[in-house]
């Protein structure tokens, strides 16, 4: 029986392990090549399996790198006496023709226009620019309501950013854009600027000339009164041009010369974290009211602020590298392990289903008798 496995090449040594010691060890024993059959079936596995494990790594990625978010309400510490506010608006009329106040609960009054700046220019350099929308409603003008949203890729961030997306903004440089070259005659005015306020209930008002205030000038012909504005910038603390808040690139238009417009906005202080670089800002929530009026009431854009007594902390924490690699390994794991036990299954499936198709179909030759009986 040894000559006959030694003629035909069943050598116990080709199976055995060879090479050093530690080679008898080895837990993952391999076949030759010619010990080892290539299925289609085995093919359509490995092909689907690649996608999925291609597919859940992306997932993995991704989900690693927006980290998890997580938000804390508390008592602001410590009492801050002065709170920066910065604006950039366009307002339909000429700058000699508006008065820029500021009024707190505290009793102050600021006199904003000589702080801000004023330059002359064209509402329909402004109005046509791209991303500029009504409070509330989109480009295309339809109100947005939120239903129907399905973006999962940000349901756990701030609109369509990320805390890490925030921190990065808010580290560029702090500069106020340019104000383009009037085409035509201006008919506009744009207001810009920061200004630091005491850090309490107040608002801030745009109106005409020669009303409101008594001591503000000469009165100004009502016909030249239109209040029609886009707000470019309005935030609350330190001036971060590339964060988005909710007044930014709006539009309101006024339908007659006594138009009174009137916004709400609840600020909350607010830290943004991401690992070891944070910025403190502010977020508000902003309500709008507008109205046409009668000529014994004022006129104008009117923003009244409250400071909230909260805190909002929202940080971004983001698992390490090598627990990032052992989810990625145990994703593979799985999908090769679930890819081995459905490759199995379906070949015993497919053995059973022919073994059936072969017992099945009638009598063969060994089981006919018509040749023997006469």
Not at 241 to 267: C, E, M
């Amino acid at each position: 029986m040894d000559g006959y496995e030694k003629q035909r090449g069943f050598d116990e040594d080709n199976f055995g392990a060879k090479g050093s010691i530690v080679s008898a060890f080895d837990a993952f024993p391999k076949s030759k090549p010619q010990y080892v059959t290539r299925t289609a079936g085995g093919g359509k596995w490995t092909v689907a399996m690649a996608f999925i494990s291609l597919v859940l790594l992306w997932s993995e990625g991704a989900r690693w790198w927006r980290g998890a978010e997580t938000q804390t309400f508390a008592v602001e510490q410590g009492v801050s006496h002065s709170m920066q506010i910065n604006l950039d608006t366009v307002v339909r009329m000429q700058c000699g023709d508006l008065h820029i106040n500021v009024q707190d609960a505290a009793g102050d009054r600021i006199l904003a226009g000589s702080l801000l700046h004023k330059d002359q220019t064209s509402w329909s350099q402004w109005v046509n620019s791209k991303g500029i929308h009504q409070l509330g409603r989109d480009n295309q003008g339809r109100v947005i309501t939120g239903a129907g949203w399905k973006n999962l890729a940000h349901e756990d961030g701030f609109g369509e950013e990320h805390v890490h997306d925030i921190v990065a903004a808010g580290k560029r440089t702090a500069r106020w854009a340019k104000t383009p070259r009037v085409k035509g005659p201006p008919d506009s005015c744009r207001i810009y600027g920061s200004l630091d306020l005491n850090k309490v209930q107040g608002d801030f008002h745009i109106t005409a000339r020669g009303h409101g205030y008594l001591e503000a000038g000469g009165h100004l012909d009502h016909s030249k009164f239109n209040f029609s504005h886009i707000v470019s910038e309005l935030s609350y603390g330190p001036f971060y041009p590339s964060l988005v808040n909710p007044l930014d690139r709006t539009v309101n238009a006024a339908k007659t010369n006594f138009h009174k417009f009137q916004y709400y906005l609840s600020v909350v202080p607010t830290v943004y974290s991401a690992g070891s670089r944070s910025i403190i800002t502010n977020q508000y929530a902003v309500t709008e009211q507008s109205k046409e009026i009668n000529e014994y009431a004022v006129p104008g854009i009117f923003v009244k602020y409250d400071i909230e007594p909260i805190l909002l902390a929202i940080d971004e924490s983001r698992a390490g590298i090598l627990a990032f690699l052992l989810r990625l390994i145990n994703v593979l794991s799985g999908v090769l392990v679930a890819g081995h036990w459905g490759f199995t299954l379906s070949e015993w499936a497919r053995e059973v289903m022919g073994k059936r198709r072969r017992t099945g179909g009638g009598e063969g030759v060994l089981g006919s008798k018509s040749g023997y009986d006469e």
